[in-house]
């Protein structure tokens, strides 16, 4: 090994190799970012732990739920004499005035869906389940107590839909007695009630349900439909073709997705029908559903109406008709004259508000007298 070749050995060993290992280390310390420091341990003391559990619930009060949506009308102390205008008497709870009986599920189902064919709106959207339980309460409070009176042949829609056969009432000394009718009861206190011999929507109701009494006479006795008469219908068939009755044949009735159904067939189609009470704004009303397969298109369906029907116009994606005090609107099927043209097959649906004023009509966005 030469000399010179010995110095450079010793120039890389002691003098360079210190000098880059500095250049490492100072590098690694200026562009490698640091570890962030581990959170300080928590002493969870029974005094830091009832800072930091979430605050109890704060209880709905029913008296500030009623101030703010029906004082208005029933009055701050709940006597029927409130600050609105009403075409009518608002009901005084203080006399143990209620429309379709003092329980809480009645009440609570007047607050969700209102009353057709008054002013008493549903407030289903606006009012949450907890609201609406205590206003409940705090109304029922208001009334003095009364003792109900339930018979064994009493019922009652609960928790689930009801459906009853049997021989159905005369609406008065024009129409004779149904040996064969069926009432469809709803969860939402919607009773629809039909005839089968040859299927025809008869009457709607809203409130309680019925009282059967077909097993006291010889024969049977009608049954005793129990809530409030809100929509009659006509007394002609339900469908026609070219001006001709077209017979609806009977075909049962079920209990699916929460409600009641009547199922019948027309000569070329079979269809499913059902009920549920709707608002539309402030309007309270109910909505006959008609669910179509096959092929329907030759039948028109007549306007379920003792009236004779006028077109108004069309909103809300309703074709709609003032029949009397009611309007009648459809959906889903061609307007006529008198009716509505049915499609091949789908939904439609009749949507029925009574008892409304033109103005009332017309600030729901239903443009009565603007012609079709």
């Given at each position: 090994m030469t000399a010179k070749s010995i110095i450079t050995n010793l120039v890389c060993v002691f003098i360079l190799s210190p000098i880059l290992a500095a250049l490492i280390i100072w590098g690694a310390y200026v562009f490698i970012p640091e570890s962030p420091a581990p959170p300080p341990a928590v002493?969870?003391?029974?005094?830091?732990?009832?800072v930091i559990?979430?605050?109890?619930?704060?209880?709905?009060?029913?008296?500030?739920?009623?101030?703010?949506?029906c004082a208005k009308c029933h009055g701050a102390s709940g006597d029927g004499k409130g600050t609105e205008l009403l075409d009518r008497p608002a009901r005084s709870f203080l006399e143990?005035?209620?429309?379709?009986?003092?329980?809480?599920?009645?009440v609570r189902r007047v607050v969700q869906h209102g009353i057709a064919g008054t002013p008493m709106p549903g407030f289903a959207g606006t009012l949450n389940a907890a609201q609406a339980r205590a206003v409940v309460k705090y109304v029922l409070a208001m009334a003095p107590a009364a003792e109900l009176d339930v018979e064994d042949a009493l019922l009652e829609v609960r928790d689930r839909p009801l459906v009853l056969r049997g021989m159905l009432p005369a609406r008065g000394p024009f129409e004779e007695v149904q040996p064969r009718g069926v009432l469809l009861?709803?969860?939402?206190?919607?009773?629809?009630?039909y005839d089968v011999d040859d299927v025809r929507f008869r009457v709607a109701r809203q409130g309680a349900f019925a009282r059967r009494t077909d097993w006291e006479g010889r024969g049977g006795t009608p049954i005793e439909p129990l809530g409030r008469e809100i929509h009659w219908s006509g007394f002609g068939p339900a469908f026609v073709q070219d001006g001709e009755p077209v017979q609806a044949r009977f075909r049962g009735t079920s209990i699916r997705d929460g409600r009641a159904e009547l199922r019948f067939s027309l000569p070329q189609a079979d269809v499913r029908e059902w009920g549920v009470i709707r608002s539309l704004g402030i309007l309270p009303g109910y909505v006959r559903t008609l669910h179509i397969e096959g092929n329907a298109s030759p039948y028109t369906l007549q306007l379920p109406t003792l009236e004779s029907p006028v077109q108004v116009g069309k909103g809300h994606d309703f074709h709609w008709w003032r029949a009397g005090q009611d309007l009648i609107g459809v959906r889903g099927a061609t307007p006529t004259k008198d009716g509505a043209a049915l499609p091949a097959n789908g939904i439609v649906e009749l949507f029925v508000i009574p008892g409304v004023d033109v103005d009332a009509a017309r600030r729901a966005g239903i443009p009565e007298g603007a012609g079709t």
């Open positions: 002493d969870m003391t029974p005094a830091q732990a009832a559990r979430p605050a109890p619930h704060t209880p709905v009060s029913g008296r500030t739920v009623y101030m703010a949506n143990g005035g209620f429309s379709f009986g003092n329980t809480t599920e009645a009861g709803g969860t939402d206190g919607l009773t629809l009630a």
